[in-house]
Every structure is written in C-alpha cells, then in structure tokens.
C-alpha cells in the first residue's frame, strides 16, 4: 500500500506527467483508386488547390499505417514559392526531405526546383516533437479558413496508427499560434529551405 501510494505521489509530482503526446485522431486509408492527398478530412475542400503543390513536388499522400512515422508542412505563401518539409522514420533513424516549386502558392505551383534530403540526429527530432505538443497541436481542428493573401501553414502527422491534419492561415506571434508558427519554421530551417525574413508571412 505504501509502494503504491509513493508511486501515485510521483506520477502527480512529476513534471512530466499529462505530457504524453496524444495519438492523432482519425483513420485517413489510402487505398489504390485514391490518388487525394485530403480525401476525408477537414481539409476535403482543398484537394484541388493543395492537391496540385503536392502534386507537382511529386510527394505521397499520407495515411494511417500502423508503424508508420511522418511529419509534413506545407507552407503556400500567396506570391512566393511553395515549401514543404517531410521527416519521416526510417527504422532507427529519421529523415527529411525539403522540397521548393518554381511557382507560387495561391497560383501555379511551377516545376520543382530544389529537393534536398538530410538524416536528422535524436535531439533534433526530439526539439520538433517537443514543440508540436507545446503548440496544442493534438487538440487543433482542422480548420480550413483562409484570408487575403497571406499564406498557409499546413501540418499533417502519422503516427499510432492514424492521421490529423491542421492548416492555419499566416499563424501570429501570440499563444499557441506563435508556438505553431515556430514549429514549422523549425522544420523549414532544418531543410535548409529558409527563405528571406521578408517573404516569412
């Protein structure tokens, strides 16, 4: 009794604790007469205008598999090159892939002009999964909203076997939302794909 109390006494003490990052929700099944990137998800209505970056950056939709680890952004910024930054667990390690268009992200995606892949070390990948669960990424909707011009701050997660999504339009500095904005560029200045701070919107 006394063991277990102690052992109560330091899950609640721990700082740790109700940290655990939560699974993604909902199943996304990919199947071979689907070739969406968005098919069944919050993001369902933008299959035709983000569908066509991922297309033209020739990237795989992502869906719920057990085993499978992905983390992708997608940054269109209204009149600067499409971005997208995808790290993904390959057995014992991680790896990302950065990949830039030749066009602009409210028009014509253009042809890509810049694919890089590195191998990314532990604490890496650890300061990325550490700021999705800062940001309240686990709990976000989907939500599709968007402005005038501006950009788009795409997220999507595999992971435990399922998949979320989240897009916000040109996320500020305050809260959570500052959080998420740096989550992504985290990603994007680990691809080495940063762009100048001017055209960061």
């Known amino acids: 009794m006394r063991i277990a109390l102690s052992v109560a006494f330091l899950l609640i003490a721990s700082p740790l604790a109700g940290q655990r990052r939560a699974p993604p929700l909902g199943p996304r099944?990919?199947?071979?007469?689907?070739?969406?990137?968005?098919?069944?998800?919050?993001?369902?209505?933008?299959?035709?205008?983000y569908g066509k970056h991922l297309r033209a950056m020739q990237e795989p939709a992502l869906c719920a598999k057990p085993g499978v680890e992905v983390y992708r952004f997608l940054w269109l910024r209204t009149f600067h090159n499409p971005i997208t930054v995808r790290i993904q667990r390959l057995d014992d390690h991680y790896r990302l892939t950065g990949k830039q268009l030749s066009g602009a992200g409210g028009y014509e995606p253009g042809k890509l002009v810049r694919d890089t892949t590195i191998e990314l070390s532990a604490e890496q990948v650890v300061?990325?999964?550490?700021?999705?669960?800062?940001?309240?990424?686990?709990?976000?909707?989907?939500?599709?909203?968007?402005?005038?011009?501006?950009?788009?701050?795409?997220?999507?997660?595999?992971?435990?076997?399922?998949?979320?999504?989240?897009?916000?339009?040109?996320?500020?500095?305050d809260g959570k939302r500052s959080t998420y904005r740096t989550l992504c560029l985290r990603m994007v200045a680990l691809s080495g794909l940063t762009p100048d701070s001017t055209w960061i919107y």
């Open 29 to 49: 099944l990919c199947s071979s007469s689907d070739s969406s990137y968005f098919h069944g998800t919050g993001l369902a209505d933008r299959e035709g205008w």
């Open 127 to 173: 300061q990325v999964k550490d700021l999705i669960d800062q940001s309240g990424y686990w709990s976000m909707a989907a939500d599709s909203s968007f402005g005038y011009d501006g950009s788009q701050w795409i997220l999507e997660v595999v992971s435990d076997g399922g998949y979320r999504v989240v897009d916000r339009w040109t996320p500020g500095y």
